[in-house]
């Protein structure tokens, strides 16, 4: 590999370090040991994660996150990847037509959206429910899981599939036991991407939960409209600590730079 | 009856004519050659044949079966791709085995079956590797073995050799032909190598812009090329145009920039023809024996012989010499030439489309 040069290497310092500082700081502030956003910290102190199982409202609300990701996210998948390797591959009309709409949700403003949805749900009365929380968030999170799936269909060897074909496998077959562990890392990857883009989604959330589905963004959001404990950086940390994890299981299963820029199996 | 047997075959891609009244028989266990440059056909006649493509027109039978009427996946046909198109998430084993799994062979039975496979193709010592730690000429083999495994009563080949370097290739080849022989499957070999036809085939059929010119054994298309596209096809040909004058029952004769050549009995009409003169067919020989004599404007070394360049009064020759490792002309040295009037090949002049 080429080594950087000087200027390359102070220009990626500091771009590494703007990326990094807001989430130092959030942590430091997470361990004071006084009542408000304070950094550096005065002293250490797990007060402030004591606090969080204090605050019930605010694990259940992760729990709602936390479901509403896996759950939208495996249905955005459901859909994007035959909807991928239809217009991956099909030669029919209307094709580009079906891409732009079903990556449009990237170039709509998300208070749009918010709205658009808000007003959408209220139609069929399931305003605020966990359905419509999960019908919404797949609708934005499916351009994510779209676009990987894609990338790795692009790179897929049509005529792996009609040996596949020739060889006697059923239409199913060909998909379960070819394109599919073919496509597979971009799959993965695109769900975990829909994952953490619903997890954390709150533009649009705000405008459809109701107090039963509040999700963990929203509740830190209205959390901090009131007051400015640290017990925001303290669940702040929690997050970042579990996506960490849950980066680190995924490169260890399927190797991360391949999930994320979407290649398909070599 | 044959056992495949195409007939008027043709396809068509919107305007563009892929494959044009293409009909083509096959006996049992042959092995046929569809050879022809680059976009003349010769893929969407495989594919046609496979079942990835749908004819336009035409008829094909195998065996007495109409193909048409039977799905890719049921045609029980054997096919090996130019990218090999293995399975990369799969082990050699596992390739093979899939479409015995897809039959529904049991699983000992299969585990035998594979085995025999990958004997019958040099590969039994690589059973567990991953196509992607193999080298091209293994996965050759290893596409060959799946593809043979299902005992096939047709193998189709799309260059399957296309991809290996040259040293490599002769080895495939060789390969090749012992795994035909062994396996006794009829087999289509689509190729854009004349070597690879000529040196594999029981028969060669010539393709041309979607159309069949020449169905022949190698030797009779070698020497008696019905066009000169095919007599330049198939292996170095020297094209000469000019007028045939007369033909008698003992032979014929020919003008070309005033020269009078004497050439073999031919069955066309007075008037303008090609002839095609293979270059290993002149020798040089003493002046006065010469028929034409002429200067080496270039001489090339190929290791087992040499071609040379000669500009004569008939128009550049190429003439082809065995290294017998002996001195030979040089560039700007004066040649004499001669050759047997019946290596002339006349044929109608070319229409060019
Ligand atoms: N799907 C398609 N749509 C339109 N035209 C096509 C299609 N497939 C092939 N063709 C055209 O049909 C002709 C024959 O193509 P084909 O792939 O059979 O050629 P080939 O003999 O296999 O050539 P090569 O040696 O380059 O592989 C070409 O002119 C090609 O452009
Ligand atoms: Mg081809």
Same mark, same amino acid.
């Given at each position: 590999?080429? =080594? ?172 379960? =036991? ?40 929203? =509740? ?37 730079? =391949? ?8 | ?129 991953? #196509? ?70 029981? *028969? ?20 008696? #090329? ?29 003008? *070309? ?9 031919? +069955? +066309? ?85």
């Amino acid at each position: 590999m080429r =080594r950087n040069g000087a200027f390359a290497l102070v220009f990626n310092g500091i771009f590494a370090l703007f990326m990094v500082a807001p989430l130092v700081v959030v942590i430091g502030v997470a361990f004071t040991p006084e009542g408000y956003l304070e950094f550096p910290p005065s002293g250490l102190s797990f007060r402030w994660f004591q606090a969080i199982l204090d605050n019930p409202d605010f694990i259940e609300a992760a729990w709602i996150s936390l479901e509403l990701g896996v759950v939208s996210a495996t249905l955005a998948t459901a859909f994007a990847v035959p909807a991928a390797l239809a217009i991956g591959r099909g030669r029919f009309a209307g094709r580009e037509g079906m891409q732009a709409l079903f990556l449009s949700p990237l170039t709509v403003p998300t208070v749009v959206l918010g709205i658009a949805f808000l007003r959408f749900l209220s139609l069929f009365d399931i305003n605020g429910t966990f359905v419509g929380l999960v019908l919404c968030h797949a609708i934005i999170i499916t351009p994510f899981i779209l676009r990987l799936v894609l990338a790795s269909v692009a790179g897929l060897d049509r005529s792996l599939e009609k040996a596949a074909i020739s060889l006697g496998a059923s239409d199913w077959t060909v998909f379960r =036991r070819v394109t599919l562990p073919l496509i597979l890392p971009g799959v993965v990857g695109g769900w975990v991407l829909a994952f953490i883009t619903s997890f954390d989604e709150l533009t649009v959330t705000v405008f459809i939960v109701n107090p039963s589905t509040t999700t963990l963004p929203v =509740r830190l959001f209205s959390h901090i409209t009131q007051t400015t404990d640290p017990l925001v950086a303290s669940i702040s940390t929690v997050v970042i600590l579990f996506t960490v994890l849950l980066m680190v299981v995924l490169d260890r299963l399927y190797g991360l730079d =391949r999930l994320l820029m979407g290649e398909g199996a070599r | 009856m044959s056992f495949l047997d195409l007939r008027s075959l043709t396809k068509r891609f919107g305007d563009i004519s892929a494959v044009e009244d293409f009909s083509l028989s096959v006996a049992k266990g042959e092995f046929v050659s569809l050879l022809g440059p680059s976009g003349c056909g010769k893929t969407t006649t495989l594919q046609m044949i496979a079942g990835f493509i749908n004819p336009t027109s035409g008829s094909m039978i195998l065996n007495g079966k109409n193909l048409a009427a039977i799905p890719a996946r049921a045609r029980g046909l054997g096919i090996v791709f130019q990218t090999y198109a293995l399975f990369p998430h799969m082990t050699v084993a596992e390739n093979v085995g899939f479409g015995l799994e897809m039959r529904k062979v049991p699983k000992a039975e299969r585990k035998r079956r594979v085995a025999e496979a990958l004997d019958l193709v040099h590969l039994s010592h690589l059973t567990d590797r991953h #196509p992607q730690a193999m080298s091209g000429g293994q996965r050759q083999r290893v596409a060959l073995g799946r593809a043979l495994v299902i005992q096939p009563e047709l193998l189709l080949l799309d260059e399957p050799l296309s991809n290996l370097d040259a040293k490599l290739r002769d080895e495939m080849r060789l390969e090749l032909r012992r795994i035909h022989k062994e396996a006794g499957v009829t087999t289509l070999l689509v190729t854009h190598d004349q070597d690879e036809a000529m040196a594999l085939s029981d *028969r060669v059929a010539v393709m041309r812009q979607g159309r069949l010119e020449q169905v022949d054994t190698p030797f009779e298309a070698y020497e008696g #090329p019905r066009s000169t596209f095919i007599s330049g096809f198939l292996g170095k040909t020297n094209t000469l145009r000019g007028d045939l004058l007369e033909t008698t029952e003992s032979g014929s004769r020919f003008r *070309r920039e005033g020269l009078i050549l004497d050439g073999p009995v031919a +069955h +066309h009409i007075p008037g303008p023809v090609e002839v095609c003169l293979r270059p290993e067919r002149i020798d040089l020989v003493e002046a006065d024996e010469a028929l034409v004599s002429g200067i080496v404007s270039e001489r090339i070394f190929l290791g087992n012989q040499w071609l040379f360049r000669v500009d004569t009064p008939l128009g550049e020759l190429m003439i082809c010499r065995r290294n017998r490792g002996r001195r030979e002309a040089e560039p700007g040295e004066t040649v004499h030439l001669s050759w047997k009037p019946e290596h002339l090949r006349i044929l109608p002049v070319e229409v060019q489309g």
